[in-house]
């Protein structure tokens, strides 16, 4: 499965309002704490890919899980392969990447509120140190990339944002970027 995403930084009061009008349904808000992990046996920055622990706090309770993310598919969005699974300690699994000498390289921060719109996920992230932004996601067959990314294209649109205005560079290349 692939995840198709489109991400514009966007202020979050007018599309709020917008997905009100919409009828967009609230999905709920949530505090993510991604780890990201260094390999040793390949550079992930070259590879273009990611291993993540994502640790999850929302009004359901608390998760924990790991997300493998492949290189981009793609030059019109930010698609990509993506394996994930539940994960029951967290610290355990840091203590097994560790073992095999895996290192964490950055951890990112958020606050999300997920919205559902035409069966498409509409997120307003919060990103400590980085500020605002607006992704809308869904998952598709390696067959359908175009057609669900011209459908988030046109949910961007919806809410009043310029899909041409999209960051194809992930939270981690961001906010390692601003610290240089």
């Known amino acids: 499965m692939y995840e198709v995403e489109l991400k514009v930084r966007a202020g979050h009061e007018a599309v709020r309002q917008r997905l009100s009008s919409l009828g967009a349904e609230d999905a709920g808000t949530v505090r993510q704490i991604d780890t990201y992990y260094d390999a040793p046996h390949r550079d992930f920055a070259e590879t273009d890919e990611a291993l993540r622990i994502r640790r999850e706090e929302g009004e359901d309770g608390s998760t924990t899980r790991v997300t493998y993310k492949g290189p981009l598919v793609e030059a019109e969005s930010k698609s990509r392969r993506e394996i994930e699974t539940g994960v029951d300690d967290a610290d355990d ?30 997120t307003l992230d919060s990103i400590a140190d980085l500020g605002e932004f607006v992704e809308v996601e869904h998952e598709a067959l390696e067959s359908d990339l175009e057609s669900t990314r011209e459908g988030a294209a046109d949910r961007l649109r919806d809410l009043g944002l310029d899909p041409d205005e999209q960051i194809r560079t992930s939270y981690l290349g961001l906010l390692l970027d601003s610290s240089q």
Do not use: H, M, N, Q
């Open 93 to 122: 699994l840091d203590s097994i990447l560790d073992a095999l000498g895996f290192s964490p390289a950055a951890v990112v921060e958020k606050e999300r509120e997920r919205y559902v719109l035409d069966d498409y996920t509409v």
